[in-house]
């Protein structure tokens, strides 16, 4: 992270979010029953994303179906095509997905390095902050009549990550992790 906040190195935590077709209640408090329209839930829209960790400039694949490693490598390439000057770095959770020979492999001829976070520890993936607020912007407390409105919604979110809600991406996306290193047990 020293080199990436210096310049000499690009960080982008990466993860995926399948973001479901159904209700996401925000907040619901009444004395009264009250019907809420929602669907079913059997749609997903998927998006594999990485995030530069400094710039915060956001790099997607999304598709209806599955994240799989053919999705992963085309990130990869998609990071790539930035021809960036300094050597990048993914952070990534152990999906097996991800962890594959095929996905070690194009990595490699791209000249990329893959840094595996531990298992079960999505505090420490910056891209899980970016989840959240996607979640909060575009689902919880929203009816979208169809699948289409839906999936147009969160792309939209997703494209506004340098414009629109920069601001609160920017105190949301800090480089502060919580450490237990002081801890006594």
């Known amino acids: 992270m020293e080199e990436a906040l210096a310049g000499r190195r690009a960080v982008f935590f990466v993860d995926a979010a399948h973001f479901v077709f159904g209700a996401f209640i925000g907040m619901l408090w009444c004395f009264t029953r009250r019907w809420i329209k929602s669907r079913s839930g059997r749609q997903r829209f998927n998006v594999l994303g990485a995030i530069n960790a400094v710039s915060h400039q956001l790099v997607t694949v999304t598709n209806t179906t599955y994240i799989n490693a053919e999705s992963v490598c085309e990130l990869l390439a998609k990071i790539a095509e930035l021809k ?37 520890s999505p505090n420490l993936n910056l891209i899980e902050r970016l989840w959240k607020c996607v979640k909060k912007q575009c689902l919880y407390s929203k009816y979208y009549p169809d699948f289409e409105a839906f999936r147009t919604s969160i792309s939209e979110c997703l494209a506004q990550t340098q414009t629109t809600h920069k601001a609160a991406l920017d105190s949301l996306l800090t480089l502060k992790f919580q450490s237990f290193a002081h801890l006594k047990l």
């Open 84 to 120: 960036l000057a300094v050597p990048v770095t993914l952070v990534l959770d152990n999906a097996r997905y991800q962890r594959c020979a095929v996905v070690a492999g194009v990595a490699d001829s791209l000249n990329i390095e893959m840094l595996y976070l531990p298992s079960y």
